[in-house]
């Protein structure tokens, strides 16, 4: 991913100094994470981690969609909020908590529901999109946007103690790797996540995006990571493209 030249003050340099002895990253890398814009859909229980880190990382511009307000069955899991913030809206006490992290990122609140005909606009108005929604029709709109508009997705899910993380650019998609929405889904409402998985997850998906931005190591770009945080096992699978894709298959 490119990047344009950024200027450093001597706070930011203090504050990246972690980053810039990293030979991965370093100073180009760093400006590479001030330059990009970056969407996180959903600012629950993936989204919250992983904004948490990129702000730290000092991506420059982090948009949050969410149309939810802040429950108390958020708080086992979602550590971007608390007690305080009960039935305010996440995105807005997502930009302040955040703007207390990292002064030097702009945190832009979008509390709207990301769906089929608005997601290619929200999409296409940034750099790389994470998407850790709990439902398919919205990660089924989501990886259809980013398929149209060329934006690498990064891809979360948890449930129960699995969770699994995947880099999404261009062939194979995320239809690739689940074609239609699975008749027994079920959300974590329903069958229950540990709380610390959705840290575990989401910052393995702020990893990948630090990994995209700056063109450092092998993002899980056509893998699948999958953990297993009751037997403290992960492996990694590769996702082939599918030819009868409804979204990026032949004839589209």
Known sequence: MGSRRMRFSDEEVERYARHLVLRELGGPGQQALKAARVLIVGAGGLGAPAALYLAAAGVGHIALADPDTVSLSNLQRQVLYGVADLEQPKTAVARRRLGELNPHVTVEPLAVRLEAANAADLTGAYDLVLDGTDDFATRFAVNAACVATGR?????????????????????????????????????????????????????????????????????????????????????????????????????
Do not use: N
């Open 152 to 252: 690498t997705l990064v891809s979360g899910a948890i449930g129960r103690w699995t969770g699994q993380v995947g880099v999404f650019a261009g062939r194979p998609c995320y239809r690739c790797l689940v074609p239609d929405i699975p008749p027994d889904a079920e959300t974590c409402a329903v069958v229950g996540v540990v709380g610390a998985l959705a840290g575990v997850i989401g910052a393995m998906m702020a990893l990948e995006a630090v990994k995209v931005i700056a063109g450092a190591g092998e993002p899980l770009t056509g893998r699948l990571l999958i953990y297993d945080g009751l037997a403290a096992e992960a492996r990694t699978v590769r996702i082939g493209p599918d030819p009868a894709c409804p979204v990026c298959g032949a004839g589209h």
